[in-house]
């Protein structure tokens, strides 16, 4: 199983990115996001249903990020608009086997993690 993640970078607050998730190996129910600022735990940001398209957002990033996902290319998808200094941090995709969109939350629950990519958003 990999998750290849990829997109991190530099921007200014207000700006956008997006982050890419290649998944290969296997199918998923869930694949999502979570994010590690320095010095602080590793926290969920958003998921989606592989199936239905259900996503489920943490309320730190609710109407800024947008999750989304392409079948085709076994690829997650986070949109991230409107970024504030405190979204900078290593974002790393995950996958999980079981979970339900809806609770995705603890990073101990997940069953296969990509490497991250560091998002630093400047004042």
């Known amino acids: 199983v990999q998750l290849q993640a990829s997109g991190g970078g530099l921007v200014q607050a207000g700006g956008s990115l997006r982050l890419s998730c290649a998944a290969s190996?296997?199918?998923?129910?869930?694949m999502g996001w979570f994010r590690q600022a320095p010095g602080k735990e590793r926290e969920f940001a958003a998921a989606?249903?592989?199936?239905?398209?259900?996503?489920y957002y943490a309320d730190s990033v609710k109407g800024r990020f947008t999750i989304s996902r392409d079948n085709a290319k076994n690829t997650v998808y986070l949109h991230m608009n409107s970024l504030k200094p405190e979204d900078t941090a290593l974002y790393y995709c995950a996958a999980d086997r079981t979970l339900y969109v809806t609770t995705w939350g603890d990073p101990r629950s997940v069953d296969y993690w990509g490497q991250g990519t560091l998002v630093t958003v400047s004042s």
């Open positions: 190996g296997r199918t998923f129910s869930t």
């Open positions: 989606i249903s592989w199936s239905f398209g259900s996503t």
